[in-house]
């Protein structure tokens, strides 16, 4: 089976941004985040297994993948899974280049795309009125 980085294959699928990545991948939990730390630098949640007992050669333990990811924090804990959030995802999001949001059949009172925290109506809606 051919095997790739998670950085490799979204940078071949173009892909810059991630909502959500669940990994079940049996103990290699530590290589993913090791080849993929330029993708879940923009992810905004990763949900992954984890056991502190060793289930699989290498596997790392809950505390291991914490340190492998400085910027998440735990939102959810379960017996053998975990639920992540990055809490640096939204001043990522704040950098997208103006060229890649959209506002076409945003709501008035809707976030605006652009990632300002704001209402679409008081910042880039309030010069489409």
Avoid at 50 to 77: C, H, K, N, W
Avoid at 111 to 124: T, V
Wanted: hydrophobic residues 35%; charged residues 20%.
């Amino acid at each position: 089976m051919a095997v790739k980085r998670l950085d490799t294959w979204a940078k071949e699928h173009g892909v810059t941004a991630v909502d959500f990545i669940w990994a079940d991948i049996q103990g290699a939990e530590g290589d993913l985040i090791t080849g993929g730390k330029e993708t879940l630098a923009n992810t905004r949640y990763f949900y992954t297994e984890y056991s502190d007992e060793e289930l699989y050669e290498g596997q790392p333990t809950l505390a291991q993948l914490q340190s492998m990811l400085p910027t998440f924090s735990i939102v959810r804990r379960y017996p053998m899974d975990v639920l992540f959030e990055n809490l640096s995802f939204q001043s990522i999001k704040n950098k997208l280049p103006e060229h890649l949001v959209s506002y076409q059949n945003v709501r008035r009172n809707a976030s605006c795309p652009c990632g300002s925290g704001k209402r679409y109506k008081h910042c880039h809606g309030s010069n489409a009125l």
